[in-house]
């Protein structure tokens, strides 16, 4: 009775497994397995789009261009530093010593896949734990920060770009180093949040990471400002900052070899 | 030998979804090439196999996402079961199928993107228009080339067959 009920009802009753397994995982995120799962499903397909990335590309071309890729990066952070070195000189000049950064060690990747849905924007790269890449190291390219390491598996890992509805990160104006935490707000643009009305910033001003994170080296360029708003009824200001990185364009990034605080 | 056919155009869309849709983005906005395989599989072969395809696809997905896992798979299969409820009869009729293919890609985008903005400030009209709608479209334009280039793959044949 109870056989035949199901068998002429199959449809449902797969349709109802098939919601509730959904909406295990759906709850279930964050748990070890699914970790397993997705670690899992990450190197069995990445191998696949690995090779379809590696047709792609022209080996002398390529390895010329990471290396260039690369000097430039690292100029590019060096200049941020040199910039970061010089605002901190006028504002600490009375001090007598102040830590020198340390070096920050790149490790190339290529993007061999890329996950666009409105709302949730990630990367997949062909480096992971055998590249000494864990959760949480941060992405750059030569623009800038890109976003950072969120799942990682033996030669893949995937990245959660700064366009993720996710992502957070806390940034500073460089000029007048007001703080916010930066944060996406729709399409290709982020926000400064939480920025106390009446402060210093003003459309143009260039906006880095604090350094004050436990995932995000200080310094590193995120965008310009566009746009600023003081709500009448709030209490803080809506700063709109442009990227500096076109997520449109990322072929190759850099993950920054520094041990997050809160990697796993 | 039809599950190999499947987990091999899986596996392809999967991967083209993943490496050439992205250059088709406009201003974020992507078409699901997985979601057009789904109701195709769901036409073709039924719901209960769209439903259990969608699901398998689902997974795969949302393991190359740094969202929560599983929307892909609960919208997937939803989608694929009114898809594939349809009567086979219905399905050669073209207004139909156009009915037929929009209704299951709005609800797949509808729930897709509800639980995306569970926890945010945007609104549900916000959503609908800047978001579910623009996605839904442009699916459904993949979805008619699709169509006009592969018209079998949505005529519902393996379950004419089945019905006899």
């Known amino acids: 009775m109870v056989r035949e009920w199901f068998v002429d009802r199959k449809d449902l009753v797969i349709l109802l497994v098939s919601v509730v397994s959904s909406l295990v995982l759906i709850f279930s995120?964050?748990?070890?397995?699914?970790?397993?799962?997705?670690?899992?499903?990450l190197g069995s397909f990445g191998v696949i789009l690995d090779e379809v990335t590696s047709v792609e590309k022209y080996s002398d071309v390529y390895e010329q261009n990471v290396w260039?890729?690369?000097?430039?990066?690292?100029?590019?952070?060096?200049?941020?530093?040199?910039?970061?070195?010089?605002?901190?000189?006028?504002?600490?000049?009375?001090?007598l010593s102040f830590k020198t950064k340390s070096q920050l060690q790149l490790i190339p990747a290529r993007v061999v896949g890329m996950n666009e849905s409105g709302f949730i924007n990630s990367i997949v790269l062909d480096v992971g734990k055998a590249d000494s890449i864990a959760v949480n190291m941060t992405i750059v390219t030569a623009q800038g920060v890109a976003g950072k390491v969120y799942q990682v598996d033996e030669h893949f890992a995937i990245a959660q770009l700064l366009l993720d509805r996710?992502?957070?990160?806390?940034?500073?104006?460089?000029?007048?180093?007001?703080?916010?935490?930066?944060?996406?707000?729709?399409?290709?643009?982020?926000?400064?949040?939480?920025?106390?009305?009446?402060?210093?910033?003003?459309?143009?001003?260039?906006?880095?990471?604090?350094?004050?994170?436990?995932?995000?080296?200080?310094?590193?360029?995120?965008g310009r400002v566009v746009e600023v708003n003081e709500d009448e009824q709030g209490m803080f200001m809506n700063v709109a900052v442009q990227p500096t990185v076109d997520f449109s364009k990322l072929e190759e990034v850099f993950v920054v070899k520094m041990q997050p605080l809160l990697s796993e | 030998m039809l599950i190999i056919l499947y987990v091999v155009l899986f596996t392809l869309s999967i991967v083209v979804q993943l490496k050439v849709v992205p250059l088709f983005s406009v201003a974020g906005i992507t078409p699901n090439l997985v979601l057009i395989l789904v109701i195709s599989v769901a036409f073709r072969a039924g719901k209960i196999v769209g439903v259990g395809a969608g699901f398998v696809a689902g997974v795969v997905i949302d393991a190359f996402s740094s969202g929560l896992f599983g929307i892909s798979s609960l919208a997937n299969v939803l989608c694929a079961f009114v898809a594939g409820s349809w009567p086979?009869?219905?399905?050669?009729?073209?207004?139909?199928?156009?009915?037929?293919?929009?209704?299951?890609t709005l609800i797949h985008d509808l729930v897709y993107f509800w639980f995306l903005t569970i926890g945010t400030s945007f609104g549900p009209w916000h959503v609908l228009f800047n978001t579910v709608l623009p996605h839904t479209l442009y699916t459904m334009v993949f979805m008619a080339?699709?169509?006009?280039?592969?018209?079998?793959?949505?005529?519902?044949?393996?379950?004419?067959?089945?019905?006899i």
């Open chain 1, 29 to 41: 995120s964050d748990d070890s397995q699914i970790h397993f799962l997705r670690a899992w499903a």
């Open chain 2, 88 to 104: 086979p009869e219905q399905i050669r009729r073209p207004a139909v199928v156009s009915g037929q293919l929009l209704s299951a």
């Open chain 2, 145 to 163: 080339i699709a169509y006009m280039m592969l018209p079998k793959a949505f005529a519902g044949k393996a379950r004419e067959y089945r019905s």
């Open chain 1, 166 to 222: 996710n992502f957070r990160v806390g940034a500073m104006v460089q000029r007048s180093r007001t703080m916010g935490i930066m944060r996406w707000a729709t399409g290709s643009q982020v926000v400064l949040a939480a920025v106390p009305k009446r402060s210093d910033v003003v459309v143009g001003d260039s906006v880095v990471t604090t350094g004050l994170s436990t995932i995000f080296p200080g310094g590193l360029q995120i």
């Open chain 1, 68 to 95: 260039l890729r690369d000097q430039n990066a690292s100029l590019m952070l060096e200049n941020s530093r040199l910039k970061e070195a010089a605002v901190e000189n006028a504002r600490l000049r009375s001090l």
